[in-house]
């Protein structure tokens, strides 16, 4: 019987769990307009999935996906991902894993969404190319606007 690398790594879907609510706390998030249990909130409402990466028999992290009905086909959104092991670079493994559940759930792309610029780096060396950049502007508290400066509606 061959050997078994106790270390490899797995994704396996799971249920939400207190572990998954503690590490979504932990991945970098930048929205005024969105509370951070937006993963949790996502995927209790079924409108995204999670699994867990699995090592040594444990998570050691987790991927939360989505699949996007598009006029054109299906596509794999990676929502977030967290590992609890800072010191491995899992990019390419989940790149990986990414292409087998896109190709396995009859996907045509793979979208993510990222704050960190070495993800772009190693992601376009994977096969990404940009395919938009999306800024943002916060608001002040009270910014209202005169009443005489907006647009009228006339129905």
């Known amino acids: 019987m061959p050997a078994v690398d106790r270390n490899a790594l797995a994704l396996r879907l799971a249920e939400w769990a207190e572990r998954h609510t503690a590490w979504q706390y932990l991945i970098p998030f930048d929205s005024p307009a969105e509370t951070r249990d937006i993963l949790e909130r996502m995927v209790k409402a079924g409108e995204a ?6 090592r040594a028999e444990k998570p050691v992290g987790m991927l939360v996906f989505s699949v996007e009905e598009l006029t054109a086909g299906r596509e794999l959104v990676l929502v977030a991902a967290f590992s609890q092991n800072q010191e491995i670079d899992y990019t ?50 009270s910014c209202p606007l005169p009443a005489q400066n907006l647009p009228s509606q006339q129905t």
């Open 49 to 54: 999935k999670v699994c867990d990466i699995i």
């Open 92 to 141: 390419d493994l989940l790149s990986r894993f990414a292409d087998l559940l896109a190709s396995g759930l009859g996907c045509k792309s793979i979208r993510l969404h990222t704050l960190r610029p070495g993800l772009v780096r190693k992601a376009q060396a994977l096969g990404y190319s940009t395919a938009e950049i999306i800024l943002r502007k916060t608001l002040p508290p």
